[in-house]
């Protein structure tokens, strides 16, 4: 580091309001944030438009957290849970994407002698309206029948570790990898799809035709959907409740991002 060279002793400036000063501040992110959505709102590419939102959320969700050398994903989805407060759900495990995950790892069973064995757990989903949504199927309770067929041969330990990354924060962080990194997202919405959605994850059913061991084979899956309205809605909650929780704890806005940031003149923080 640079040799330092004491001036002077500092002084406070008793007339200083610090609080005043952190809450203009604040309103000075909330602006520049607000013309940032704006043009983010303009991006038609859906890719694109993920890829900024999810940099809005990280760009807070890193100074929230000082900035760590490790643990994105856990910044990354331990900021969203204490900032947004529109999703009770985020913590529930998606049976859909579990189940496709564990599909190999699910016994049969023979129904009666004679009949072909059949797995002992069905993916089926009813359909309540033109799309189901993730809050009407997550507590029917098929990850918990998921979960127990696992535990017949498997580890607590295994079980847990797939259920823990079929939550539907993580899968969020997924969809933020996903994107941040190929470019691509995962489920993409089908413009046909636009009067169906529901401002919230939901499901499709998408029949397949490809080409499997010199064969023409079809197969129906069931795919999960994020929509890029309900990211939004998540990070202006997310932002909002940020920007209040600075104020309430007198810390300004972007306050460990200072110019005496060691990654200023290292690029790296540690």
């Not at 000075?28 to 038609?44: C, G, L, N, P």
Request: charge should be negative.
């Amino acid at each position: 580091m640079p040799e330092k060279v004491i001036l002077e002793k500092y002084t406070p400036d008793p007339s200083f309001d610090h609080a005043a000063m952190v809450a203009k501040r604040a309103d000075k992110v909330r602006a520049h944030f607000e013309d940032v959505v704006a043009q983010i709102d303009a991006i038609k590419d859906r890719e694109l438009q993920l890829l900024c939102m999810f940099s809005l959320i990280d760009c807070m969700a890193q100074e929230w957290a000082n900035y760590p050398q490790k643990g994105e994903q856990d910044v990354f989805c331990d900021f969203v849970l204490k900032h947004q407060t529109k999703c009770d759900f985020l913590n529930e495990i998606d049976p859909i994407t579990l189940y496709y995950d564990v599909e190999d790892e699910i016994g049969f069973e023979a129904p009666r002698p004679g009949f072909p064995p059949i797995k002992r757990v069905i993916l089926t989903i009813p359909w309540l309206r033109s799309v189901t949504k993730f809050t009407d199927f997550v507590h029917l309770g098929k990850a918990d029948e998921i979960a127990q067929e696992l535990r017949r041969t498997k580890t607590e330990e295994h079980v847990t570790r797939k259920l823990e990354r079929h939550r539907l924060i993580r899968l969020i962080y997924r969809l933020r990898s996903k994107v941040t990194h190929e470019l691509s997202a995962l489920g993409d919405e089908h413009p046909l799809m636009k009067p169906y959605q529901c401002g919230e994850p939901y499901y499709r059913e998408v029949g397949r035709k490809y080409i499997e061991d010199g064969n023409v084979v079809t197969d129906h899956v069931y795919e999960l959907i994020i929509p890029n309205d309900f990211i939004r809605e998540i990070m202006l909650d997310c932002m909002d409740h940020y920007l209040m929780e600075c104020v309430e704890n007198d810390h300004a806005p972007f306050e460990n991002n200072s110019f005496m940031r060691r990654f200023r003149i290292t690029w790296y923080d540690r």
